[in-house]
Every structure is written in structure tokens, then in C-alpha cells.
């Protein structure tokens, strides 16, 4: 089978398309046709060298839909369409960047749709990340606000979309101006453009904060966010767009807010069912949701798909076709 096979730890060029053995079922295990894949900033730092107990060679991609090929338990039919996300796709065990994949049965997700692949591939992860972090970090609520730090990302598009469904009023942020008439377009109320400190521009239209903020830039801008929240408010650091994992200096009492809550989704395959999934689908379906994706490579230009990401213009979800 052809695979986009990350060498070693490097730049986008040490991924390389190769003619690899298809993988041999076990048990416990099914074997996926994959039609489709999301990108995810994750994979950039795999890429990069970043992701604990990760070895290469190493075949990435942490999602992916397509069909069973074949299942040795039965539980599936070949033909079935599926998505597989996370529990160590693409990190312990190769992933999504191929033709196929050999995934563990409890990270696979049946469902039925004849929205076209590339629309399918944009949104198992994406869906669960999005959903885990209002529904079950945050837990929103109709009428409250919600700040979105990282409006522009795929993550940040899709959240503010699914918040406005659920009455929430929503403030977006981007660095770049001439993107805010893109988020007004997606539903934002409000958009700010970002330089690292909007506390003292937000309190201008909420004198006394948002009721939640959810982080996706990461630690550049988390006690920026923190200021943001009214008190008892919550910020959910689900994201690090800004490509770092720790912080230098963090003082609770100090840059936590009084009565302020902090708190981070890192969920995974556990935290989505195929009932959830199927409605989603679904509302994509009926028009709903709209899901933006801002390009389409296929599998042979995974390498420009990585450098592309990694140049931070996207306007939406990347998608790639296998």
C-alpha cells in the first residue's frame, strides 16, 4: 500500500511517500480502507520531535473515515463506513497517512452518510475536541458568553458555530484584521483581533468578563484569557496553536483570577460514541453545521499539506484524500 511516512523528526520533507506492506489483521484489531484524514496541529509537533515515546519511521495521522476492509470479530461488515480516532493512532502504532490502517476496535466509530469524503474526513476529531471541551469542560449554557481565543482555527470555526446553536453569545479572536469578517460570517458576535492582550478591549464590551473562554492558542496568550472570565467564570485550555507546552512562570494566585476557574480537555476516542457522531453527521447533513474546510491535498501531498498548515493561513480544516 502507499504511505506518507514521517522518517525521522524534522521539517515537513522528512515525510516521504513510500510503498510499505499492507498491515495483517489481528484479533481485537480491523483493518480500515481509509478514504480521508483530517490534519491536526498535533501531528506537526510528531512531526517535529515533540510527542513523548513516539519512534520513527512512523506512518502519522491520529484520525481518519473510510470503510472496514476486513473485521475478524464480525462486529462489522465489510463496506461499513467508519471513523477511527486517537488512543494511539499515529503515535504508538501507525495511523491514518495511508491507504490503510490496522486500528483497535474501541477507537472505531460505525456511521451512515453519503456527505462526500472530504467533508467526512474533516470531522471525527475535530467533533470530538470541539464537543468535549463546551459540553464537558466548560458545560455551556444557553445564554451565557463564550470567548473563543483562536477563532480561526478549524477547532475555533466549528466551536463557534455549535455555541450559537446552544444561545450562547460569542467573541472570536484572530490576529490577522483581515479575517474578522470571516468569523462574522461563521456567527461570531464580536470579533477582536489579537496582539496577546485583549482583556482591557473585551471588558469594553463585558465590563465584568465572559462566562467561558476556551484557549486554543495555548500558554501565549492562557493569563491574557484568564483576566477575560467574569468571576467564578471558567477558561479551558484546549489547544496550542502557539506550539509550546509549558510555561516559564505561572502563579496561581495571582494569574489565576479570584474565583476563577482553569481547567483542560485532552480527550479522546473514550469521550465520543457513534450515537453522537451519527446526529452531528447528520446535522451536517441538513445544513445545520456547516464544516469549513480550507483545503484539499491528496495522500502523494502530504508533505505540502504539513507545510501548509504549518504556515498558519488556513482559514478552516485541512483535509487530505486517500
Known sequence: MKAAVTTKAGEPGVIQIQDVPQPIVKNGWLLIRIKAFGLNRSEIFTRQGHSPGVTFPRIQGIECVGEVFDDPSGTYQPGQKVAAIMGGMGREFNGGYAEFTLVPLNIVFPFESHLPWEVLGAIPEMFQTVSGSLNEALEIKKGETLLIRGGTSSIGMLTCQMAKNMGLTVIATTRNAGKAEHLT??????????DGNIAPELKTILPNGVDKALELIGIATLKDSLQCIRPKGTVCMTGILGGSWTMPEFTPMGDIPSLGRLTVYMGGAENLNKDLLQAFIDDVNKGVININIDRTFYLDE??????????????GKIVVLA
Open 185 to 194: 460570517a461563521n456567527g461570531a458576535d464580536y470579533v477582536l483581533v489579537d
Open 302 to 315: 502530504v508533505v505540502a499539506a504539513h507545510t501548509y498548515m504549518e504556515s498558519n493561513q488556513s482559514k
